[in-house]
């Protein structure tokens, strides 16, 4: 590709970081994070080596789903500011060169929406038929549910409107009825609206719900809208020329060029749930075979389009497409008590709780996911390790406050009611776990994590090139290979506690005697007389690799 190409495609090779503004840093001291206070800490996002801060919903909400429920999709929330103080914080983002993209949720909204409040109040307003509903109750009423065992229905009956409505989520998320022009054209204008106010981009939720066709007569799988995609992509393209699209889509792999596009004319990026879910069971079994398998089946992709690599996020640990065999070993490893699941699917913890607070396992962990097929996306305070608080309920657990400090309520906030309790008092809590005291610790969390996404951005090869699977024989080692503009990476990792020696080829013929320089270390290996590189890997342990030595490494920085 030519150079302007590659800098117009800058997700290819970013670092994206996902927060939530109300609970990241709160400036006005009334408990609730701000986007003054976000704005405080653009340098600490900044030091960390982030490209791109992805933010969850900040738009007037009454939070009964923390902010995905939307009443006024232009406007920001009180409290977290003005949208003068969202102004501000793009600009300071800008002046850092961060690029910020957003949550856009249009799937459903806020039953107390204006839009809906007149839609259930006239069967004559113009709104009416910006939702989905029958005169009697489906008789899938009972189906289709996203958060089984919580919500019980996707219908509700409304007295006021004396008709069902369609909520594929919870029942104050009415559906809107996105196969309407009219709702269609409301979206493109709520995304010109937030590109003109500096963002550079969209995290759209829920995708497949946003496409599918909606109504009482839809039986069994919707059909999927995909035109709807290429009008998204083609309004963003217009309006900014290097915007993006990042989908929340969790789907089967035969299903992945219907999102990205043939012609990739459709989604820009997609997180990839089935490298996630097959990650987690690599590192529950020591066992890297499903894994290969689901990078393998989901490699197909355009050029320019990228999937985005993840390990927890800010719902639960989806474990819905592993085996039922696989989803067990899962569950035993890491959420063993039925208080640590969600869902009947899925394990609701942090990352550090779930490997037992092992830093070797959760630099293993990150150092894996950094070096997978795509952009790794990084969730606010997993950097230095945070936990969760069981003891509330649902997703709410691992949605605390960021723990700047030791101090009182970790330096998030100095009013006396936080939004959410900070983790206080064991091996979690702020006293022990925060930014401050790691920035002092040279062998914190923190400055590992410096470390590693300072290289994983100088080895453009992962975000960029082709990769293929060598074998070394043993089913706990993964290791790949990335090729791009005549260089390449090689990225070994051991899933087991104990040392494993492995014998592997670079996989390139004529490469028997080449090289091996340790990206991270600076260690060289080179390969015997049977053209075999042979190491000693220890227990959760990796190397990244350039390959082919001193010249690889010339040549790499002369490109």
């Known amino acids: 590709m030519k150079a302007s190409v590659i800098r117009d495609l800058w997700y290819k090779n970013a670092v994206f970081y996902c927060l939530s503004v109300g ?90 929406h204006p839009w809906f409040q007149a839609a259930r109040s006239d069967p004559t307003s113009r709104f009416r038929d910006w939702y989905v509903w029958s005169d009697k109750r489906p008789a899938n009423y009972d189906e289709g549910m996203v958060f089984p065992g919580v919500q019980t229905s996707t219908w509700t009956y409304d ?28 979206i493109l204008k709520i995304m010109g609206f937030w590109l003109e106010l500096g963002v550079s981009g969209f995290r759209m939720d829920a995708v497949p719900f946003v496409i599918a066709e909606k109504g009482p007569d839809v039986t069994g799988a919707p059909k999927e809208q995909f035109d709807m995609l290429r009008d998204f992509r083609e309004f963003l393209q217009w309006r900014s020329g290097d915007a993006i699209i990042l989908a929340e889509a969790n789907i089967l792999p035969k299903q992945d060029m219907d999102y990205f596009g043939e012609d990739a004319d459709r989604m820009h990026m997609m997180f990839n749930f089935q490298v996630n879910q097959a990650l987690f069971y690599a590192l529950a079994a020591s066992d890297v075979r499903p894994l290969v398998k689901a990078l393998e089946k989901t490699w197909n992709r355009p050029p320019s389009a990228q999937w985005a690599i993840f390990l927890r ?84 657990c691992a949605r605390t406050p960021m723990q700047w400090t030791g101090g009182d309520k970790g330096g998030f906030t100095r009013g006396a009611k936080p939004v959410s309790p900070p983790i206080s008092g064991g091996a979690y809590g702020y006293e022990h776990v925060n930014v401050a005291a790691q920035r002092h610790e040279r062998g914190s969390l923190l400055h590992w994590m410096q470390s590693v996404i300072r290289q994983r951005k100088e080895a453009p090869e992962i975000g960029w090139g082709d990769f293929c699977v060598i074998e070394t024989g043993e089913n706990a080692v993964l290791c790949l290979r990335y090729d791009w503009r005549n260089n390449s990476v090689l990225c070994l990792h051991n899933l087991d506690s104990k040392p494993i020696e492995v014998r592997f080829r670079t996989g390139v013929k004529g490469e028997e005697g080449t090289l091996l320089v340790d990206l991270l270390t600076g260690a060289r290996t080179e390969a015997g007389k049977d053209g075999c590189h042979c190491v000693l890997i220890e227990g959760y342990g990796y190397h990244w690799y350039r390959v082919g030595g001193l010249d690889a490494l010339l040549r790499r920085s002369a490109n």
Not at 75 to 90: E, K, M, Q, R
Not at 164 to 182: G, I, K, S, V
């Open 313 to 396: 996020n800010h719902d639960e640990l989806d474990l819905g497409r592993l085996t039922e065999k696989q989803r067990q070993t899962v569950f035993e490893k890491f959420g063993p008590d039925k208080e640590m699941q969600l869902y009947d699917r899925g394990i609701r913890r942090r990352l550090a709780p779930m490997l037992d607070g092992d830093q070797r396992r959760i630099e293993l962990a990150y150092a894996l996911m950094f070096s997978l097929p795509g952009t790794p996306v990084l969730r606010y305070g997993d950097e230095i390790g945070m936990g969760d608080d069981l003891s509330i309920p649902e997703r709410d």
């Open 23 to 112: 609970t990241f840093m709160d400036a006005d001291g009334d408990g609730t994070g701000d986007f003054a206070g976000l704005e405080r800490r653009l340098d600490y996002l900044l030091g960390l080596g982030v490209t791109a801060i992805w933010l969850q919903p900040f738009q007037p909400s009454p939070k009964r789903d923390h902010g995905y429920d939307i009443t006024d999709y232009y406007g920001v929330d009180p409290v977290y500011g003005s949208l003068g103080d969202f102004v501000a914080f793009t600009h300071a983002a800008k002046q850092r060169g961060l690029k910020v993209i957003i949550d856009l949720v249009v799937n459903h909204t806020s039953d107390q």
């Open 159 to 186: 007295a006021t409107a004396k008709a069902w409505y369609f909520h594929r989520f919870f029942d104050f998320q009415p559906d809107l009825n996105t196969a309407n022009p009219a709702v269609q054209a409301e």
